[in-house]
């Protein structure tokens, strides 16, 4: 069994939408979940990171984490065309590098 | 703001090759990592260092090395390229927090085209 599973989308939306990108884990020793958007041509950025089970919101995101069920959720309310970009989830655990899931490819149409 | 700069954006080179990138950070991080990105595979590790001069396998590390002689500067070499080896290539840089919550910055990125 992979460690992260995300679906890979695409996924395409009306502007205005609320959005839902999912990620499932496997290890329970995952600490830290984050999620990084991913422009074209760019590099990952960090965009939400948090530690306990529950809800973090910044503006309009809303990164969601359930531990018991092993699943992290990222909502994107209002969506805008400017969000369209790759979303990687990411796992850290103690002293090893983050596990990264493979992205789900977002467009927001205006 | 942190700076990773990777030196090339785009690099076109011939099978057999050996083939240098070049990372470097402005914000004194301990930690540096390189990643390669492709479709349907996502971001897969290759190499990563904690300090200078200490360097640590990732989960793809065949085909390449890395040099870390400074602190700011980590390079990935592929010895020998070969096409299977097509990608686009990724550094980052952190500083080490405690339980790993650490937070990557991560560069532009270099396409690397092996032909």
């Known amino acids: 069994q992979k460690e992260v599973e995300q679906d890979p989308g695409p996924l395409s939306v009306p502007e205005g939408a609320i959005v839902s990108l999912n990620c499932t884990y496997s290890n329970s020793a995952f600490q830290y979940f984050m999620w990084y958007r991913q422009y074209s041509r760019k590099g990952p950025e960090l965009l939400m990171y948090t530690y306990s089970s529950g809800n973090k919101e910044d503006g309009r995101f809303t990164a969601q984490v359930d531990k018991s069920s092993k699943y992290i959720s990222l909502f994107i309310r209002d969506s805008q065309p400017s969000d369209s970009a790759t979303y990687l989830c990411?796992?850290?655990?103690?002293?090893?590098?983050?596990?990264f899931g493979k992205g789900t490819r977002l467009s927001v149409i205006a | 703001d942190v700076k990773v700069t990777q030196s090339s954006r785009y690099l076109v080179k011939r099978t057999g090759e050996k083939v240098f990138l070049e990372c470097v950070q402005d914000?004194?991080?301990?930690?540096m990592f390189w990643y390669r990105q492709d479709p349907g595979l996502g971001l897969r590790l290759i190499y990563f260092?904690?300090?200078?001069?200490?360097?640590e396998k990732g989960d793809i590390p065949e085909g390449y090395s890395v040099s870390r002689e400074k602190k700011e500067r980590f390079s990935l070499i592929l010895e020998s390229a070969s096409t299977n080896q097509t990608s686009m290539y990724l550094c980052a840089s952190s500083t080490p927090q405690s339980g790993g919550n650490e937070k990557l910055f991560f560069g532009s990125g270099t396409q690397l085209s092996v032909l």
């Open positions: 914000m004194d991080h301990e930690n």
């Open positions: 990411a796992w850290a655990s103690g002293n090893t590098p983050l596990v």
């Open positions: 260092s904690y300090d200078v001069k200490m360097k």
